[in-house]
């Protein structure tokens, strides 16, 4: 069965850190593109950041840009994010997704297939 | 970046009915659009990918068309099920967006 189920979240000070991590199983992780979205409480759904398989392409949002840096482990078949400098805006639950490609002319378009079920990061002094 | 605009924002309808949801790009995004259903406390579910693809799995119901900068995601006789929230999405260039979700509710 393929499955992501990420890990990390919880409650923090504004201004601190804190690493989400996403455990991937059932498929070949290292050829997939990885993405986090966030969703904060009873609002819409943002996405977060982007890295390629081999992590040798990386976006952001503007809103976390400077602050949040997403890496993975393929060997562990693991994706991460490092989130600094932590602000209320912050607060939501974070779902780690794949991202599958659809190749047209040179160029690959990835769209998100597979989420995991999220997990929760609270910004509260 | 790329706005994406759905509407309506709150949709009322009975089972059996037809209902579509219509998303509006701010700039051409080809057809790189992607369509998700959630239901409250759960992760979206991807429904249509390219705005036509129907995802593996996803009932014959749900079908989606259009190119450019206007797409629309039908179902052609609601289900219980299908109460729930839906999302569009452009993965046409980052940064990704969505639009700002349709609540389809039971009238």
């Known amino acids: 069965e393929v499955q992501l189920v990420e890990s990390g979240g919880g409650l923090i000070q504004p201004g601190g850190s804190l690493r989400l991590s996403c455990e991937a199983s059932g498929f070949t992780f290292s050829v997939y593109s990885m993405n986090w979205v966030r969703q904060a409480p009873g609002k819409g759904l943002e996405w977060v950041s982007y890295?390629?398989?081999?992590?040798?392409?990386?976006y952001y949002a503007d809103s976390v840009k400077g602050r949040f840096t997403i890496s993975r482990d393929n060997a562990r078949n693991s994706l991460y994010l490092q989130m600094s400098s932590l602000r209320a805006e912050d607060t939501a639950v974070y779902f780690c997704v794949r991202g599958s490609s659809t190749q047209y002319s040179h160029y690959y378009y990835y769209y998100m297939d597979v989420w995991g079920r999220g997990t929760t990061v609270t910004v509260s002094s | 970046d790329i706005q994406m605009t759905q509407s309506p924002s709150t949709l009322s309808a009975s089972v059996g009915d037809r209902v579509s949801i219509t998303c509006r790009a701010s700039q051409s995004i080809s057809s790189w659009l992607a369509w998700y259903q959630q239901k409250p406390g759960k992760a979206p579910k991807l429904l249509m990918y390219k705005a036509s693809s129907l995802e593996s799995g996803v009932p014959s119901r749900f079908s989606g068309s259009g190119s450019g900068t206007e797409f629309t995601l039908t179902i052609s006789s609601l289900q219980p099920d299908d109460f729930a929230t839906y999302y569009c999405q452009q993965y046409n260039s980052f940064p990704y967006t969505f639009g700002q979700g349709t609540k389809l509710e039971i009238k």
């Open positions: 890295i390629s398989s081999g992590t040798s392409d990386r």
